[in-house]
């Protein structure tokens, strides 16, 4: 265990951005804190890099109480979202400045440098002005900045939101490339869910400074344990049903104006469900989960059609408040708007 | 286009019949070249010469250094302080010089603060008057970055004093540059605001040229006016100069030590 928040909690004036926060950081991992904004994760993270004092509560690293430590002395160091580059020093400048308040002598700091710029591909930008780079190479620049100085938690806080889309998907990769190949421990925050999904080996979602669920990336998209983790990871349609009666074998459902029987590993409670019979619930499964099929018993409508590529989402008209979103492979499904189709749907999940 | 040479070209008048009028006999009359007017107004050139450059020079090195630590408070004051503060600081650009004059004879003219007819007086009014130069640019630099930039810093290692020598100061230095040489020009030129201030032992160049002129001397005027323009003008030069020393001697040196190196096998 290298990191661990006990009973973490701050407020700003009237609002609790994080309320008595337990989490453990595990050596060598990369964590994602994930949530909307203004759900505490990275209130979490400046608490960690030591920007902001937590109001209550105490973070342990390997042990030592860190509560209090000031930023220069903690083993973290950050790549902050607009990058911070000092402006009045070049690129070289930049990446030497943790070595060099450190006391490290130049010969040693240039050496250093070296390996880590070409690491990040960008050895042959030294002199250049931090004004004249690019997105993408200033975060580059940052990146080698933060790691040079071997902290033993790297901090991200949202690095990619000021990127376009393809270059975004590009840098967490070779950010996830980077954390593997050193090893380095990691705590990521975000608030893109499939970012989130891409790269962390454990994702913890946030909302309202509360840890909704902390798990696998699978874990989290196919066993929310709340109905805001099922709504926030991914798409996902909720619908109100009517649970007849609970089995040990099978289950029998109203939805969609059927009422039909599964066997009972087709339906998946979630913790917060109450499993009892004769119930109202919401049913909730994934656009992927609907499936065309001629002998399914569901029928419907298609309103509309975005082609994606690999796959096609549709919108379907099912008499529901809103429309469902459908997910099918393009080459398996081709439905055009306007058209009815039967469906079946291979799983669900009651909150 | 036009309207920039033709404005250019009302510049180059003024200069133009200025150092004529310095150098000519009588002006409008005899345009023959002659001293005259320099050694009619004798000693009294460079003791008031003398007098504007010693609060130029000082107002330029102390006074941005109140302004940026105004704006300093500013960036890290929260509400009532931080509108109050900037309303300080800002107050001066908004009263007249003359009023902000009889305003400070009518403070510092009895104890406890008697400060009326020293030197002293006319240097904190001209910084004061010179302050919001300072505060705005420095206040727009903190506001971009500064206290993101504090905060990597720490992040990386630095303790605040090295967070501050090497992050704040060489950030803020720009705006130092602007209020110092704006700070520079503006007293060498000012009167409203000191004219009330002002006695026999301090008498600047501009109080010169304004009671020549006003006793009918235009030519002593004038040759007040060309030394006062060439000097200021001497006077930026030689401070942008001093400003770019240290960096000039950087580079000379990264040159020398690099030959150095090249000369090695």
Not at chain 1, 61 to 70: E, H, I, S, V
Not at chain 1, 227 to 253: H, R, S
Not at chain 1, 328 to 350: C, I, N, R, W
Request: charge should be neutral.
């Amino acid at each position: 265990m290298t990191l661990a928040l006990k009973e973490i909690s701050k407020t700003y004036g009237t609002v609790e951005a994080v309320k008595k926060l337990n989490l453990t950081i595990q050596e060598g991992e990369l964590l994602v804190l994930v949530g909307p904004s203004g759900c505490g994760k990275t209130t979490i993270l400046r608490m960690l890099a030591g920007i902001v004092p937590p109001d209550g509560g105490r973070i342990f690293f390997q042990q030592q109480d860190m509560t209090r430590w000031p930023p220069e002395n903690r083993p973290t160091v950050t790549v902050f979202q607009d990058y911070a580059l000092f402006p009045h020093m070049n690129v070289y400048q930049n990446i030497a400045y943790g070595l060099k308040v450190r006391g490290m002598n130049k010969g040693a700091i240039q050496q250093k440098i070296e390996g880590f710029m070409k690491m990040m591909q960008i050895e042959d930008m030294k002199e250049r002005n931090i004004n004249a780079l690019s997105g993408g190479q200033k975060q580059r620049v940052a990146l080698a900045r933060a790691m040079v100085v071997d902290p033993d938690i790297l901090l991200f806080d949202e690095p990619l939101s000021s990127l376009d889309a393809k270059l975004r998907v590009e840098m967490r990769e070779e950010i996830r490339q980077i954390q593997q190949k050193t090893g380095i421990t990691a705590v990521y925050v975000t608030h893109d869910q499939e970012e989130a999904l891409a790269i962390a080996d454990r994702v913890a979602v946030m909302n309202q400074g509360v840890m909704e669920q902390i798990g696998s990336p699978e874990e989290i998209y196919y066993q929310p344990a709340s109905a805001f983790v099922a709504d926030f990871i991914g798409y996902g349609n909720f619908v109100p049903a009517t649970l007849q009666e609970a089995m040990d074998e099978t289950v029998t459902l109203s939805c969609l104006g059927q009422t039909f029987q599964q066997h009972s590993s087709w339906l998946n409670f979630s913790d917060q469900a109450v499993k009892v019979g004769n119930g109202n619930v919401t049913l909730f499964f994934r656009p992927e989960s609907m499936v065309p099929d001629p002998e399914g018993i569901f029928s419907g409508k298609v309103l509309q059609k975005s082609f994606l590529g690999a796959s096609t989402r549709y919108l379907v008209e099912c008499n529901q408040e809103t429309p469902l979103k459908m997910d099918t492979l393009s080459v398996l499904h081709q439905l055009e708007p306007g058209d009815p189709f039967q469906f079946s749907l291979t799983g669900a999940m009651v909150f | 286009m036009g309207g920039a040479s033709l404005f250019a070209l009302l510049v180059l008048v003024q200069f133009a019949a200025l150092t004529a009028g310095a150098f000519t006999t009588v002006w409008g009359y005899d345009y023959s070249l002659s001293l005259r007017h320099f050694h009619k107004a004798g000693s009294q050139i460079a003791s008031s010469l003398n007098n504007s450059l010693y609060f130029a020079i000082r107002v330029a090195l102390i006074g941005p250094l109140l302004g940026i630590t105004a704006a300093y408070f500013h960036q890290r004051s929260r509400g009532l302080w931080k509108s109050l503060m900037n309303f300080l600081a800002l107050v001066p650009f908004a009263v007249p010089g003359t009023v902000m004059g009889i305003s400070y004879v009518m403070a510092f003219h009895r104890p406890p603060i008697q400060l009326t007819g020293t030197a002293v007086v006319i240097i904190i009014i001209c910084i004061v008057r010179e302050l919001p130069i300072s505060y705005n640019s420095a206040k727009a630099v903190l506001k971009q970055v500064a206290s993101n930039l504090e905060e990597a810093s720490r992040d990386l290692g630095a303790t605040a004093w090295t967070t501050f020598t090497r992050i704040i100061i060489p950030i803020l230095s720009p705006a130092y540059r602007a209020g110092m040489l704006h700070g520079f020009i503006h007293v060498m030129i000012t009167i409203g605001a000191i004219i009330f201030l002002i006695t026999p032992r301090y008498v600047t160049i501009t109080f010169e040229i304004f009671r020549a002129v006003n006793s009918g001397r235009l030519g002593e005027g004038a040759a007040y006016a060309f030394t006062l323009i060439l000097f200021t003008a001497l006077g930026l030069t030689a401070l942008t100069l001093l400003w770019s020393l240290p960096r000039l001697m950087k580079t000379l040196l990264a040159r020398t030590h690099s030959l150095g190196k090249d000369d090695l096998p």
